[in-house]
């Protein structure tokens, strides 16, 4: 049964910095999409990033510039470093990932996580 497990969500003022991680098991396959998406109660969940099994990256443009995708395959875990946060990135943040190519992006991904919460006060 493969589980996502993020973690390190919390509250922090505009401008401040998080760091995200999701942990990956119960897998035998290799994941080749990952993807951070985040959504707000009441509105359509949106992509923020992703990376694909070759290393590849995509980002949402509200984020371009602020936000970094990364990953550790040995242990399994994503990352996501989001600097300059502003309020508008508050919602929960999920991640996701599953074995099929295509656009990592543009597509639903078939295993989620639980979600972290992230709250950027002015």
């Known amino acids: 049964q493969v589980q996502l497990v993020e973690s390190g969500g919390g509250s922090v003022q505009a401008g401040g910095s998080l760091r995200l991680s999701c942990t990956a098991s119960?897998?035998?396959?290799?994941?080749?999409?990952m993807k951070w998406f985040r959504q707000v109660s009441g509105k359509e969940s949106e992509g923020v990033a992703t990376?694909?099994?070759?290393?590849?990256?995509d980002y949402a443009g509200s984020v371009k510039g602020r936000f970094s995708i990364s990953k550790n395959d040995t242990k399994n875990t994503l990352y996501l470093q989001m600097n300059s946060l502003k309020p508008e990135d508050t919602a929960m943040y999920y991640c996701a990932a599953d074995p099929f190519g295509g656009n990592c992006m543009s597509r639903m991904l078939k295993f989620w996580g639980r979600g972290t919460l992230v709250t950027v006060s002015a």
């Open positions: 119960g897998f035998t396959y290799k994941m080749y999409c």
């Open positions: 990376i694909d099994g070759d290393g590849n990256t």
